[in-house]
């Protein structure tokens, strides 16, 4: 049976597609076409694995390179991928936890995901509450110790390759070229890696966010219907055309100092036990 050799697990919004799409260039690499490949996470689509593979992979050959930014934070979906490939190699990127939770905001927004604002951050933060959609969705999602946990319970730690965002962004060639070198492939191959992938921007018109809200849920006619008249490269393709047409040439929106503060004291904690179970320094992530 097939299998899938690397996982990039996440973290959301730490430039997880365009790293997907770099080590994919490489000859002896394949990757999906889509964003995310959700087999591991989905349970209507945890159920034939060849039948997933087949739609995203064609040379069973190459080296099988997929990608789940909500992985990381989702221990069913760990567990799922561990009992496909215990060896499985894990990528795991992290970036400023407070730039990360703002570049996350603003993509529930564009997507209609969220209609709340940045105050509602500083309300869930003083409260101490997590019972709550900004907790489970932005917070929660840069606690980076718990999920280096979560995959350390079951994934050998010499097998988890953690990475940080600005490392990937100053220099993705290094990067790529670091992975080439931990998975056997020619590590002197270099990737064009000028393109910019899944870029958060302001939303052009909030109805059209909404439409294509409801063209993603599985059980939509439309989307079905095209999954089944269109090549599956072909049906990924229009669907990601469609969301480039509502995104503005402006740039989204940044928080105020005082609630990047609050969100910045919030992590120090979350750092500190981040770096002591990896010794991976991230003192200038705290100031």
Not at 8 to 23: H, M, R, S, Y
Not at 50 to 73: E, V
Not at 155 to 182: A, M
Request: proline share 3%; aromatic share 16%.
């Amino acid at each position: 049976m097939p299998k899938i050799d690397l996982m990039i697990v996440g973290a959301q919004k730490a430039g997880t597609t365009a790293l997907k799409e770099f080590l994919g260039e490489h000859p002896d690499i394949q990757t999906h076409h889509q964003i995310e490949f959700d087999y591991f996470v989905s349970p209507q689509k945890y159920q034939s694995f060849d039948k997933c593979y087949n739609n995203c992979f064609n040379d069973k050959n190459k080296f099988s390179i997929a990608k789940n930014a909500s992985l990381y934070h989702n221990e069913s979906a760990i567990k799922n991928l561990y009992n496909h490939n215990p060896s499985c190699k894990i990528v795991f990127i992290i970036r400023e936890p407070v730039s990360r939770a703002i570049s996350s905001y603003n993509m529930a927004k564009f997507n209609g995901w969220y209609n709340g604002d940045p105050s509602d951050f500083s309300d869930v933060i003083k409260s101490g509450k997590q019972d709550n959609s900004v907790y489970r969705v932005f917070l929660n999602l840069g606690l980076y110790d718990l999920h280096f946990k979560a995959l350390s319970k079951y994934f050998d730690n010499h097998n988890i390759y953690v990475y940080l965002y600005d490392d990937l962004k100053d220099n993705p060639q290094f990067v790529c070229s670091d992975i080439f070198k931990k998975i056997g492939v020619d590590s002197k191959f270099l990737p064009s890696v000028q393109k910019k992938y899944n870029v958060t921007k302001k939303q052009k018109s909030k109805w059209l966010s909404l439409i294509i809200l409801r063209l993603k849920g599985q059980n939509n006619f439309m989307k079905k219907f095209l999954k089944f008249v269109l090549p599956y490269r072909y049906f990924v393709f229009f669907a990601d055309k469609l969301i480039s047409l509502n995104k503005s040439d402006d740039n989204a929106v940044d928080f105020p100092n005082e609630i990047k503060q609050l969100i910045q004291e919030y992590y120090i904690q979350s750092l500190t036990a981040f770096e002591k179970n990896t010794g991976i320094f991230l003192d200038k992530w705290k100031c």
